[in-house]
């Protein structure tokens, strides 16, 4: 990384982005995997967002929600695998200063959203399990709108804060990031900076912001589960289950994989790395088959679409 001495450099106009450290040869098989993941997140998450707009059965709060993660799914995708698929075929593996801030701001803006909406998608599942008879009153199109409108914006907001004192530090002599994408802990490492208010900033971003999500899936579930067991024949458990079921998979999948890139040793990039292409690639892509092939009203929607696409014999 270079020796925090050597130098304290805060005009850097560009970075460095490694990558993979992968022997040469390698870099092609990485780029048409990336391109193979990303072009199934496209068609994934576009085909989804295209059934829900397109059938009118699906204007329901629960498919709102859907089409908006949809969207960031594809959204915070797409901040990172093209420029990652460039680097791999580049030599000159560089981002500018500009481009760097850039990205990591719309990574932590769609990422942060994401955990609201899917805070949002829990409270609809407690609220069509736990209250079906208020439901309609409930989850009003004023509401769903709020909360669309109010998980963006917290989005925002920690995006804002989290690129000023990620990006206002100085950094050294090093300017290379040891990842595929603008990190916030491998810019971190390359700072000359006290990063106290950095991580004073990330903690209270984490107490204010994200835990709130965590903590309203996590209370939604215990009412829901509580109500389903309460439920007398087992045929209604099952349907009020399968209800929630693919909510509770992309939660999994999502908070999983990111959990997991957090908790690995830092003296492991490699690992860390992979770990990271779980929740910008892989989530993503897993997302809109997670939805469809547990959904009975997507499998509907898709074949009437698919039936007035196929050509008179």
Known sequence: MGDKGAGNHSDVTDFILVGFRVRPEFHILLFLLFLLVYGMVLLGNISMMAIIVTDSQLNTPMYFFLGN???????????????????????KKTVSFVGCATQFFLFAFFIVTEGFILAAMAYDRFIAICNPLLYSVHMSR????????GSYFCGWVSS????????????CASRVIDHFYCDSYQIEKISCSNLFINKMVSLSLAAFIILPT???????????VTTVLKIPSSEGRKKAFSTCSSHLGVVSLLYGTVSFVYLTPP?????RKVASVFYILVTPMLNPLIYSLRNKDVKQALRKILWKK????
């Open 310 to 313: 196929k050509p008179l014999s």
């Open 214 to 224: 965590i903590v309203v899936i996590v209370v939604s579930y215990m009412y829901i």
């Open 160 to 171: 804002i804060l989290q690129v000023s004192i990620t990006f206002s530090v100085s950094f």
């Open 69 to 91: 993660l949809s969207f960031i799914d594809l959204s915070y995708s797409t901040v990172i695998a093209p420029k990652a698929m460039v680097n791999f075929l580049s030599e």
């Open 142 to 149: 004023r509401l769903c709108t709020q909360l669309v409108a």
């Open 267 to 271: 003296s492991n990039p490699e690992l």
